[in-house]
């Protein structure tokens, strides 16, 4: 099973079935920058960090290009983030084949453009995911499929967070995604921190404590 996506690994601490973490980094950057998390998360999980596919300059990488016009309006490009989200998808299948690790016990951790992934595959692709850490990003509609009702997601758990004073991703976007999970009864946590588009220390040790109830 072939994958197109660079990325790096932390072996768990577990020889079989371990849990798996998948994380991808937001817009402009690359797999070494949330994998500086790794070594505070449990040893359990097998941890695996992806580089975005859009090479950028001078450096960095998207999922997807953002586009700007003379009126610095922005627009995504839809086409290659679908694109992503369904490589992210088929590198899951990939990863759950390759490596020790359990394929009904799959987290996905993302910041900003990868939250937006990360929010895509898991509504899209529900039967390959079961927890979603879902940091300073939102839920762009126009990258998922239509009918979703029809999907079940009665396995998905969502941990969402923000900074109230966040430059980039309006915090307005990010309220968004508590109200949209709840239409489709999805289970879910949804906190803000005082602060711009990053994490916080509070903000790390809640979602670690989160996830090591669910893994």
Known sequence: MSHSLHYITRPSSLSENAPLLIMSHGYGSDENDLFSFAQELPEELFIISLRAPYPMQPFGNAWYAINFDAQQNKWNDIEQATESR?????FIDYACATYPIDQHNVTLLGFSQGTILSYAVAL???????NIIALSGYISEDML????????????????????????IPVDWARKAPQ???????????????????????????????????I
Request: glycine residues 4%.
């Open 86 to 90: 369904d490589k992210i998808a088929s």
């Open 180 to 214: 949209f999970l709840d239409q489709l009864n999805i289970k879910h946590s949804y906190s803000e921190f005082p602060v711009g588009h990053g994490v916080a220390p509070q903000n790390f040790y809640e979602l670690r404590s989160w996830l090591e109830k669910r």
């Open 124 to 130: 899209t692709y529900p039967e390959k995911v079961k």
């Open 145 to 168: 499929d239509k009918h979703l009702e029809s999907k079940d997601y009665s396995n998905l758990d969502f941990y969402c967070s923000h900074g109230s004073v966040d430059q980039v």
